[in-house]
Antibody, heavy 117, light 107 residues
Framework: QVQLQQWGAGLLKPSETLSLTCAVY????????WSWIRQPPGKGLEWIGE???????NYSPSLKSRVTISVDTPKKQFFLILSSVSAADTAVYYC???????????WGQGTLVTVSS | DIQMTQSPSSLSASVGERVTITCRAS??????LAWYQQKAGRVPKLLIY???TLQSGVPSRFSGSGSGTDFTLTISSLQPEDVATYYC?????????FGGGTKVEIK
């Protein structure tokens, strides 16, 4: 039974760097793309980017200039770095697993990140 | 990039009524389409994946259909616990775009 456990700083100041980690417990690490998604308060869901076990990444065009997603395959962890944050980056951030061929999406429990001076 | 257009943005229906939400992709995505239910303050819950496969534990009143560009989520008999916002998402290739959401309320 797969579990996604995520953690990271929950309160940042403007211009600081957001850093989140997602650890995968149970299940395979290959055969999936590992994504980050966010949801600002009262708004819809926004996909941030993804990475696979070999480190191939894809990013949202709107966030590409500030986002880096990386992976530590032996540890079954992947990471989100978002630079130069502002209040607009305040959101619940989710890590998630998406199948490459067959299977179902699976999400972590989310981490609220607040950006405030 | 492929856009996902979800409609309606909100709806109000009576308990027991049949509810249909549609999601249209600007280009074909085969059957790589998921539907989520999000209740206030909660993590989105996967209802349907691969356009029509009911996730384990989801009530059978929920169903999904479609392939290519046009998809539908149907609640066959709306229940009070179904009050939520529903999202579609494509996951065939990046970017994994979401629809704008449909807020479902009880009339």
């Amino acid at each position: 039974q797969v579990q996604l456990q995520q953690w990271g700083a929950g309160l940042l100041k403007p211009s600081e760097t957001l850093s989140l980690t997602c650890a995968v417990y149970g299940g395979s690490f290959s055969g999936y793309y590992w994504s980050w998604i966010r949801q600002p308060p009262g708004k819809g869901l926004e996909w941030i980017g993804e990475i696979n076990h070999s480190g191939t990444t894809n990013y949202s065009p709107s966030l590409k200039s500030r986002v880096t997603i990386s992976v530590d395959t032996p540890k079954k962890q992947f990471f989100l770095i978002l630079s130069s944050v502002s209040a607009a980056d305040t959101a619940v951030y989710y890590c998630a697993r998406y199948p490459i061929l067959t299977g179902y999406p699976f999400w972590g429990q989310g981490t609220l990140v607040t950006v405030s001076s | 990039d492929i856009q996902m257009t979800q409609s309606p943005s909100s709806l109000s229906a009576s308990v027991g009524e049949r509810v249909t939400i549609t999601c249209r992709a600007s280009q074909g995505i085969s059957s790589f389409l998921a539907w989520y239910q999000q209740k206030a303050g909660r993590v989105p819950k996967l209802l349907i994946y691969a356009a029509s496969t009911l996730q384990s534990g989801v009530p059978s009143r929920f169903s999904g259909s479609g392939s290519g560009t046009d998809f539908t989520l149907t609640i066959s008999s709306l229940q009070p616990e179904d009050v939520a916002t529903y999202y579609c998402q494509k996951y065939n290739s990046a970017p994994l775009t979401f629809g704008g959401g449909t807020k479902v309320e009880i009339k």
